[in-house]
């Protein structure tokens, strides 16, 4: 193909960060396209069925305190549905099933957390989830893993495991691959309280579906979206960025925003080279490589939710949907590899394993870690990598812009965040290109 268009920014990924920074351009005035590798809008986040349900592969859960996804939530006139809370718990302790009512699962993960980020007499770990730059010894405790504090702390066997069991399905890894800053950022955000951040986590989503939000943001910003795009290069010369996409067509424009996940960034050829700093991110990767699964059951009188050790192949089973003899449930294990969840043999092993009357009809999932334009599920910073993030992305590389969930200042990894950064880089974006024409 010879196709060739200039632009005043071309946008590289159309999740979250790349149309919330289009739009933002747009609404300057200024001529943009976005670049998107697949044959849909919404990267992480996609709507897609089981059967005759939706469901979300992807990205699910928003909250108020989200206050960019929200503000989107809101404008859309889109609806809110509410999951079921968790049913009898199931928890496997020194490889023993036994029963936990809610409220002490509940309780048992307060306590857990209240020591795991210090809050009472020394305070919270973290005060401002906003604040990175300002918070004493932020190095030593995005140095430490999650397990490394947990080490310290003097749990019981079912604490033990209900703690690394909810935090894990958190950072969908094992608890020694994060850093102990992301997840402080994430109880911070969430007001250092348990049920006010599973309310932020796993409780509201959108009724129509993700996929849905952020097509009502594309369409009534009149988007410019070349979809099956995947970019190949990003060449800078003089004023001007080009890109080209796999199939050759080039795009010349004053600034680039490129909005892929971290790890996906080192697939792209740039040229100059972007810094070191970046590079070795994209290569050592976030850590959170896990599996969602959605699978369906039929007939069952109560439901069942379980918590496991975050070795097992799913380490939190819960029902996210009932209607009549049907439930629709989500599972997530640290291991995105450990079985197919597309496999409904594969997928009922493992629920029997986990509980003898568990048997699934239908089942799905996406394998987000090999999947080429995402490589990993939402962004889960390995220990150091919270503050070598924020330094190797703080400037940006001559014309090249950079966004997405991973820059965000409050919600790292979230649909939030990525709108948030993809927000706040568009607005540098139009402040260099009015530097231009002054
Ligand atoms: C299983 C799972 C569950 C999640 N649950 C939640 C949740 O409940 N709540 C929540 O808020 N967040 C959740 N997230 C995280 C959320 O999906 C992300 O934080 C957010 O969608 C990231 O947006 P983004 O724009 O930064 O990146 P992405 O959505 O990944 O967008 C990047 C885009 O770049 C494209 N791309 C990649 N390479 C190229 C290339 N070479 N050329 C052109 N395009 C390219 C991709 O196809 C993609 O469309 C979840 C994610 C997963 C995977």
């Known amino acids: 193909m010879t196709e060739h268009q200039e632009f005043d920014a071309v946008v590289l990924g159309a999740g979250f960060a790349g149309i919330a920074a289009a739009r933002e351009l747009k609404r300057q005035g200024r001529k943009v396209v976005v670049l998107e590798a697949r044959d849909r809008i919404g990267g992480r986040a996609w709507t897609s069925r089981l059967g005759s349900h939706k469901v ?64 009472g007499e020394t305070g919270h770990r973290m005060e401002l989830p906003y604040d990175l730059d300002s918070l004493d010894g932020a190095a030593a405790l995005d140095d430490l893993s999650v397990q490394d504090v947990i080490d310290g702390m003097n749990l019981t066997p079912v604490e033990r495991v209900a703690f690394r069991a909810e935090i894990s399905v958190q950072m969908n890894a094992l608890p020694e691959d994060v850093s102990f800053l992301s997840q402080l950022r994430w109880w911070s955000a969430s007001g250092w309280q348990i049920g006010l951040m599973i309310d932020c986590l796993a409780r509201y989503k959108v009724e129509e579906g993700v996929s849905r ?78 599996m969602k699964v959605l699978f369906q059951t039929e007939g069952e009188p109560t439901g069942h939710a379980i918590v496991a050790e975050p070795d097992a192949p799913l380490n939190l089973i819960n029902p996210i949907r009932i209607e009549g003899e049907t439930r629709i449930y989500v599972g997530f294990g640290a291991d995105g590899q450990a079985f197919d969840p597309t496999d409904l043999d594969a997928v009922n092993r493992v629920l029997s394993d986990l509980h003898p009357d568990l048997k699934a009809v239908a089942a799905t999932g996406h394998d987000w870690s090999t999947d080429a334009f995402s490589l990993g599920t939402w962004h889960m910073p390995r220990p150091g990598q919270n503050l070598r993030v924020a330094q190797a992305f703080a400037e940006p590389e001559g014309r090249v812009f950079f966004a997405g969930d991973y820059l965000a200042k409050g919600w790292v990894g979230f649909m939030d965040g990525a709108i948030e950064s993809g927000l706040l880089t568009a607005d540098r974006v139009e402040e260099s290109l009015r530097a231009d024409a002054a």
């Open 56 to 119: 979300e592969m992807g990205a699910t859960w928003i909250h108020w305190f989200q206050p960019y996804i929200w503000a989107e939530f809101i404008r859309a006139g889109l609806t809110l549905h509410e999951d079921p809370w968790l049913p009898p718990i199931t928890i496997w302790v020194d490889g023993k099933p036994q029963g936990i009512a809610f409220e002490r699962f509940r309780q048992i993960l307060q306590d857990c957390w209240s020591v795991f980020a210090q809050d």
């Open 213 to 290: 939000l952020i097509e009502i943001m594309a369409e009534r910003a009149g988007l410019d979206i070349r979809l099956d795009s995947p970019v190949a290069r990003v060449d800078q010369t003089g004023d001007r960025v080009v890109v080209t996409t796999r199939d050759g067509r080039t795009f010349t424009a004053g600034r680039v925003v490129t909005a892929l996940p971290m790890n996906c960034i080192k697939n792209v050829a740039f040229a100059p080279p972007l810094s070191e700093a970046k590079m070795a991110l994209s290569h050592e990767e976030h850590a959170a490589k896990g």
